[in-house]
């Protein structure tokens, strides 16, 4: 059959409509017309001829109607005629349709943005090619116990020379560059230093020019930079120019080789400059700063290279007795990016599912009740002739409009949400920059809203249309078995809903209360946080990095900065509360000789100038504070933290005993303790207080090139901002001055990300209650409809307004009663799986198991009450000549 | 009405359809004696089966119409073959020989 002959007649058939009926209608009075004529011929009369005509036609319209279900396009015209009578309905329910509208559009709009959330960052492809063969190879050893600790360049040969697996292995550490000497402001910028397989692991192409290869990673290498598209445009104008150009870093030339896309963001989303890594052959184990990254060779999985590493890990214990328990854990790109959300984002993403269930269920018990109402509609339709198929097409036209409004209505609130989500991000989501409402995410909402519709459709549609006829129409639509089943599925589905909202609302809670504890641990210090403004400062030029230079330098700015009127106390210290761990060491104490090949575990050791204790309000415990005594020509002194005492000098008064950094064999003095102070979070609030050890070296015995400096101003932070640049360019031009902020913003950054998950599962537990209110709402108002009559006879029979109160909403208490026993149940099931996430609370915290059911009950007595009220409204003579 | 109507065979009715007009072109009326009287009474085809199956296959190509006048001087629509009409109906003919041959063997197999 010809494809032409059939696009020619669809054509005909849907839009010249009125000329193919008036033809057929043609058509079949002139057959009738020639079967009465030859009935006449056949000798009846003509009224006898016609009637008999007609009789062997068969009616007029059923053969019209037999010709066009023949027609080509015959299905989709029924379609569009579906489409048409659902729109129409819909718009004649306003309430209905906008409920459920927008029940659906939560629901779908909410999981559509959380799944566009975790697909950016956990499954999105990554901007490199075959990303999912590049590892990020760690340490973790016995005392330093980092899950994905540091290894150093003696290990790292050891590595690269029992390498099989993997291609060229290349090591890589962050860090911050001071880039100046061009005439501009000096900037700090991050940074890493990386060897010369690291940009062959990754495979992106450089935008311009060339990035480090083979060889370009020896002692005797030249000092070159690969720098990124941001910095490219930010600081050179874009111009191509800078290729082979020579730049100060440090103060040190190097020489610009190429340009990296902004794209490429690795080590971190905010790395803008490489330098190369000179490796020297190493003489000893450590400075441990650095991690690997190298790309599986073709055919080696990461569990091979794994075990290689394993293997390569015993070699490196017997080569150095300080290691116990040594592992070289090969993590894939996407786990080094993402590992430490993945747990949340899956939880969010398990609770942004029940909302969909809960708007899901709350549409479907919308659609039962309207179902009731209809059914006397679909009886009329069925006893005129309409095909029962015809019929559950209909109804189902018609919840799919409904799922597809939601689901364009859901599309745009997930778009708005993302952007508010990229913008709310509080950096600890990695790959945020990945995330965007993609096409999957698109595809995903349809399925979801059509699979939806479906759903929801289905049921109420199989229901009215397999009604009885006679006794839908007898009883007038209002209760007989159908409508008794129906209403003990909508009691179900209310159950439902109010125990996926009590599993949302626990879960919200116990973060809730997690959060709670977490904001209320004390970060160690006791200073008012609006008023502690901090900086990364960095002399510029690595030849401060000589102690003899670096020393006057940060005096100067100590000095300078104290005059700066406002400014209460100023100090230098190489770590900051709550998360700027600088420094982290084992150490020695006089007196316990340490076994053989052990070593003590290794803790926060931080360089702080005499003002740092007193400027954030560290307590002084025992002893004294340092002061301007301690220089580098005194006695060396030290002071420990509570914790750090409590640990390690079991009982013994700390004071007076000696302290050594990094222990024997480093060649270090020994330290006099002159006190103990306060407990300072170094690592992050949500660290056991065991981390809290800590050790002090003042500042001027011991020095560190790059250091914080925390003012605490008399007045508002941010008016001393710019007096303090000033002093500190003053006192030195090539000074750079970086991460500004107040001690609030960090407090505020430490706890930002279960803030944020907290905050949008709480979201998810608001938006269920939402819909599970107007679910029993519903369900009570239409209850209470239905039994107008019952009510009306009840008070005409003397029953008081509390009576018919008491009888409304103990049918809302049952229902809620058995919702929340369900809800607990589940729970206290799935709970455990949050435990991982709850600081200082248990996954079966009593209060939030009491509270969160008293509160549902409340909004059910509320969402019940008005229906309630209206029943006692119920005029008895009203109700009894309501039929 | 023949009281000893037989039920026609899915797609019986298009082929003897194709048949009818085979020599020239028909109206609806013409079709359906036709028919009557080459299977001898045995297919009557009523219009609630005809004219849908006209218009289906006038979509489908095989037939084309037209208004023109009838045997009493009466306006009627005419059916007749198209080129693609005329090659169905030789395809449909073969696969009938074919189907009616292996039909009466089987039924014919001891």
């Given at each position: 059959?010809?494809?032409?002959?059939?696009?020619?007649?669809?054509?005909?058939?849907?839009?010249?409509?009125?000329?193919?009926?008036?033809?057929?209608?043609?058509?079949?009075?002139?057959?009738?017309?020639?079967?009465?004529?030859?009935?006449?011929?056949?000798?009846?009369?003509?009224?006898?001829?016609?009637?008999?005509?007609?009789?062997?036609?068969?009616?007029m319209?059923?053969?019209?109607?037999?010709?066009?279900?023949?027609?080509?396009?015959?299905?989709?015209?029924?379609?569009?005629?579906?489409?048409?009578?659902?729109?129409?309905?819909?718009?004649?329910?306003?309430?209905?349709?906008?409920?459920?509208?927008?029940?659906?559009?939560?629901?779908?709009?909410?999981?559509?943005?959380?799944f566009?959330?975790?697909?950016?960052?956990?499954?999105?492809?990554?901007?490199?090619?075959?990303?999912?063969?590049?590892?990020?190879?760690?340490?973790?050893?016995?005392?330093?116990?980092?899950?994905?600790?540091?290894?150093?360049?003696?290990?790292?040969?050891?590595?690269?020379?029992?390498?099989?697996?993997?291609?060229?292995?290349?090591?890589?550490?962050?860090?911050?560059?001071?880039?100046?000497?061009?005439?501009?402001?000096?900037?700090?910028?991050?940074?890493?230093?990386?060897?010369?397989?690291?940009?062959?692991?990754?495979?992106?192409?450089?935008l311009?020019?060339?990035?480090?290869?083979?060889?370009?990673?020896?002692?005797?290498?030249?000092?070159?930079?690969?720098?990124?598209?941001?910095?490219?445009?930010?600081?050179?104008?874009?111009?191509?120019?800078?290729?082979?150009?020579?730049?100060?870093?440090?103060?040190?030339?190097?020489?610009?080789?190429?340009?990296?896309?902004?794209?490429?963001?690795?080590?971190?989303?905010?790395?803008?400059?490489?330098?190369?890594?000179?490796?020297?052959?190493?003489?000893?184990?450590g400075?441990?700063?650095?991690?690997?990254?190298?790309?599986?060779?073709?055919?080696?999985?990461m569990?091979?290279?794994?075990?290689?590493?394993?293997?390569?890990?015993?070699?490196?214990?017997?080569?150095?007795n300080?290691?116990?328990?040594?592992?070289?854990?090969?993590?894939?790109?996407?786990t080094?990016?993402?590992?430490?959300?993945?747990q949340?984002?899956?939880?969010?993403?398990?609770?942004?599912?029940?909302?969909?269930?809960?708007?899901?269920?709350?549409?479907?018990?919308?659609?039962?009740?309207?179902?009731?109402?209809?059914?006397?509609?679909?009886a009329?339709?069925?006893?005129?002739?309409?095909?029962?198929?015809?019929?559950?097409?209909?109804?189902?036209m018609?919840?799919?409009?409904?799922?597809?409004?939601?689901?364009?209505?859901?599309?745009?609130?997930?778009?708005?949400?993302?952007?508010?989500?990229?913008?709310?991000?509080?950096?600890?989501?990695?790959?945020?920059?990945?995330?965007?409402?993609?096409?999957?995410?698109?595809?995903?909402?349809?399925?979801?809203?059509?699979?939806?519709?479906?759903?929801?459709?289905?049921?109420?549609?199989?229901?009215?249309?397999?009604?009885?006829?006679?006794?839908?129409l007898?009883?007038?639509?209002?209760?007989?078995?159908?409508?008794?089943?129906?209403?003990?599925?909508?009691?179900?589905?209310?159950?439902?809903?109010?125990?996926?909202?009590?599993?949302?609302?626990?879960?919200?809670?116990?973060?809730?209360?997690?959060?709670d504890?977490?904001?209320?641990?004390?970060?160690?210090?006791?200073?008012?946080?609006?008023?502690?403004l901090?900086?990364?400062?960095?002399?510029?030029?690595?030849?401060?990095?000589?102690?003899?230079?670096?020393?006057?330098?940060?005096?100067?700015?100590?000095?300078r900065?104290?005059?700066?009127?406002?400014?209460?106390?100023?100090?230098?210290?190489?770590?900051?509360?709550p998360?700027?761990?600088?420094?982290?060491?084992?150490?020695?104490?006089?007196?316990?000789?340490?076994?053989?090949?052990?070593?003590?575990?290794?803790?926060?050791?931080?360089?702080?100038?005499?003002?740092?204790?007193r400027?954030?309000?560290?307590?002084?415990?025992?002893?004294?504070y340092?002061?301007?005594?301690?220089?580098?020509?005194?006695?060396?002194?030290?002071?420990?933290?509570?914790?750090?005492?409590r640990?390690?000098?079991?009982?013994?008064?700390?004071?007076?005993?000696?302290?050594?950094?990094?222990?024997?064999?480093?060649?270090?003095?020994?330290?006099?303790?002159?006190?103990?102070?306060?407990?300072?979070?170094?690592?992050?609030?949500?660290?056991?207080?065991?981390?809290?050890?800590?050790?002090?070296?003042?500042?001027?015995?011991?020095?560190?090139?790059?250091?914080?400096?925390?003012?605490r101003?008399?007045?508002?932070?941010?008016?001393?901002?710019?007096?303090?640049?000033?002093?500190?360019?003053?006192?030195?031009?090539?000074?750079?001055?970086?991460?500004?902020?107040?001690?609030?913003?960090?407090?505020?950054?430490?706890?930002?990300?279960?803030?944020?998950?907290?905050?949008?599962?709480?979201?998810?537990?608001?938006?269920?209650?939402?819909?599970?209110?107007?679910?029993?709402?519903?369900?009570?108002?239409?209850?209470?409809?239905?039994?107008?009559?019952?009510i009306?006879?009840?008070?005409?029979?003397?029953?008081?307004?509390?009576?018919?109160?008491?009888?409304?909403?103990?049918?809302?208490?049952?229902?809620?009663?058995m919702?929340?026993?369900?809800?607990?149940?589940?729970?206290?099931?799935?709970t455990?799986?949050?435990?991982?996430?709850?600081?200082?609370?248990?996954?079966?915290?009593?209060?939030?198991?009491?509270?969160?059911?008293?509160?549902?009950?409340?909004?059910?007595?509320l969402?019940?009450?008005?229906?309630?009220r209206?029943?006692?409204?119920?005029?008895?003579?009203?109700?009894?000549?309501?039929? | 009405?023949s009281?000893?109507?037989?039920?026609?065979?899915?797609?019986?009715?298009?082929?003897?359809?194709?048949?009818?007009?085979?020599?020239?072109?028909?109206?609806?009326?013409?079709?359906?004696?036709?028919?009557?009287?080459?299977?001898?009474?045995?297919?009557?085809?009523?219009?609630?089966?005809?004219?849908?199956a006209?218009?289906?296959?006038?979509?489908?190509?095989?037939?084309?119409?037209?208004?023109g006048?009838?045997?009493?001087?009466?306006?009627?629509?005419?059916?007749?073959?198209?080129?693609?009409?005329?090659?169905?109906?030789?395809?449909?003919?073969?696969?009938?020989?074919?189907?009616?041959?292996?039909?009466?063997?089987?039924?014919?197999?001891?």
């Open positions: 059959m010809s494809l032409w002959s059939r696009l020619s007649s669809l054509w005909r058939n849907l839009l010249r409509k009125e000329d193919v009926e008036r033809d057929l209608d043609g058509e079949l009075h002139a057959y009738l017309d020639q079967l009465t004529e030859r009935n006449a011929r056949a000798g009846m009369n003509p009224a006898e001829a016609r009637r008999a005509a007609r009789m062997e036609l068969g009616g319209e059923q053969v019209k109607e037999e010709v066009r279900g023949q027609r080509t396009g015959h299905l989709l015209e029924e379609i569009l005629h579906d489409v048409r009578y659902g729109v129409r309905t819909l718009r004649k329910n306003p309430g209905f349709t906008w409920v459920a509208a927008v029940a659906l559009a939560l629901g779908i709009g909410a999981n559509t943005a959380m566009s959330v975790a697909y950016g960052i956990l499954l999105r492809p990554l901007p490199y090619p075959d990303a999912s063969r590049v590892a990020i190879v760690c340490m973790r050893y016995y005392p330093r116990d980092f899950a994905y600790g540091t290894l150093s360049i003696r290990d790292f040969e050891t590595w690269k020379a029992n390498n099989h697996a993997f291609e060229e292995p290349a090591l890589f550490d962050n860090t911050l560059l001071d880039i100046g000497g061009d005439g501009a402001v000096p900037e700090q910028v991050k940074g890493a230093i990386v060897t010369g397989g690291f940009f062959p692991a990754l495979r992106a192409p450089p311009l020019g060339r990035y480090f290869g083979k060889g370009d990673d020896r002692a005797t290498s030249a000092s070159m930079v690969v720098i990124g598209e941001s910095l490219w445009r930010r600081r050179f104008h874009a111009s191509r120019d800078v290729l082979g150009s020579s730049i100060r870093i440090g103060g040190a030339p190097f020489a610009v080789i190429g340009v990296m896309p902004g794209a490429f963001r690795f080590p971190s989303a905010e790395t803008e400059a490489w330098t190369n890594l000179k490796l020297a052959p190493s003489t000893r184990f400075p441990w700063f650095y991690r690997g990254v190298a790309r599986l060779k073709p055919g080696v999985t569990q091979q290279a794994q075990a290689e590493t394993n293997a390569i890990g015993l070699r490196l214990m017997q080569q150095n300080v290691y116990k328990r040594l592992g070289l854990p090969v993590l894939e790109l996407r080094w990016f993402a590992g430490e959300v993945r949340a984002l899956l939880i969010l993403m398990g609770a942004v599912g029940l909302v969909l269930l809960v708007a899901v269920v709350n549409v479907a018990n919308l659609m039962l009740a309207r179902g009731t109402v209809r059914d006397r509609e679909m009329l339709r069925l006893s005129l002739g309409a095909a029962r198929g015809r019929l559950i097409r209909q109804l189902l018609e919840s799919v409009l409904l799922a597809a409004a939601g689901g364009a209505a859901g599309t745009a609130l997930a778009y708005g949400a993302i952007r508010l989500l990229r913008a709310w991000n509080p950096g600890s989501l990695p790959l945020m920059e990945y995330v965007r409402l993609d096409a999957r995410a698109l595809i995903f909402t349809l399925a979801v809203s059509l699979l939806t519709g479906v759903l929801f459709g289905l049921y109420p549609a199989m229901q009215s249309a397999r009604a009885d006829l006679n006794s839908t007898k009883e007038g639509g209002r209760s007989g078995s159908a409508g008794r089943r129906r209403a003990r599925i909508r009691a179900a589905l209310v159950v439902a809903e109010i125990a996926l909202s009590v599993m949302l609302l626990v879960g919200a809670g116990l973060f809730l209360r997690s959060l504890r977490l904001q209320r641990v004390s970060g160690g210090f006791t200073g008012p946080t609006q008023q502690i901090t900086m990364t400062i960095s002399p510029g030029d690595r030849k401060y990095q000589d102690a003899r230079l670096g020393v006057p330098f940060y005096r100067e700015v100590l000095r900065v104290q005059a700066v009127p406002g400014v209460e106390w100023a100090a230098l210290s190489d770590a900051l509360p998360d700027r761990q600088g420094d982290a060491d084992s150490f020695a104490i006089d007196g316990q000789p340490a076994i053989p090949g052990e070593i003590n575990p290794i803790v926060s050791d931080v360089t702080a100038s005499a003002g740092y204790f400027a954030l309000g560290i307590p002084l415990l025992r002893g004294r340092f002061d301007e005594h301690d220089t580098a020509d005194s006695e060396p002194v030290a002071l420990i933290s509570q914790s750090m005492e640990r390690f000098f079991k009982g013994r008064d700390a004071i007076g005993q000696r302290l050594m950094q990094s222990g024997p064999g480093f060649g270090n003095a020994w330290l006099k303790i002159v006190g103990i102070v306060g407990d300072v979070k170094y690592l992050g609030r949500a660290e056991k207080r065991d981390s809290d050890a800590a050790y002090y070296m003042a500042f001027g015995q011991s020095y560190s090139q790059r250091m914080y400096l925390a003012v101003a008399s007045g508002g932070a941010g008016g001393v901002m710019a007096d303090l640049r000033r002093e500190i360019q003053a006192a030195n031009p090539a000074a750079t001055v970086s991460r500004t902020g107040t001690m609030r913003q960090a407090l505020d950054r430490d706890v930002a990300e279960p803030r944020f998950h907290t905050a949008l599962l709480a979201l998810f537990a608001a938006t269920a209650l939402l819909m599970a209110s107007v679910g029993i709402y519903g369900l009570i108002s239409f209850s209470v409809a239905q039994r107008t009559q019952e009306g006879v009840r008070i005409a029979l003397g029953a008081r307004p509390g009576d018919v109160l008491r009888l409304v909403i103990r049918q809302a208490m049952a229902l809620a009663a919702g929340i026993a369900l809800g607990l149940a589940g729970s206290l099931a799935l455990r799986l949050l435990q991982a996430m709850l600081f200082g609370t248990s996954a079966k915290d009593p209060f939030t198991f009491v509270l969160v059911p008293c509160a549902l009950l409340s909004v059910v007595l969402a019940a009450a008005i229906p309630a209206r029943a006692t409204r119920i005029s008895p003579v009203v109700a009894l000549r309501y039929e | 009405m009281g000893k109507q037989t039920n026609l065979l899915q797609g019986t009715l298009d082929l003897l359809i194709l048949k009818a007009l085979a020599l020239e072109q028909m109206h609806g009326l013409g079709i359906s004696n036709r028919i009557a009287q080459i299977t001898r009474g045995t297919f009557v085809v009523k219009p609630g089966s005809l004219f849908p006209l218009h289906r296959m006038e979509e489908a190509g095989w037939l084309a119409s037209s208004w006048e009838s045997e009493n001087n009466r306006r009627a629509k005419y059916y007749k073959l198209t080129a693609a009409g005329r090659r169905q109906f030789e395809t449909e003919w073969r696969q009938w020989k074919t189907i009616a041959l292996a039909m009466r063997s089987a039924l014919d197999a001891q």
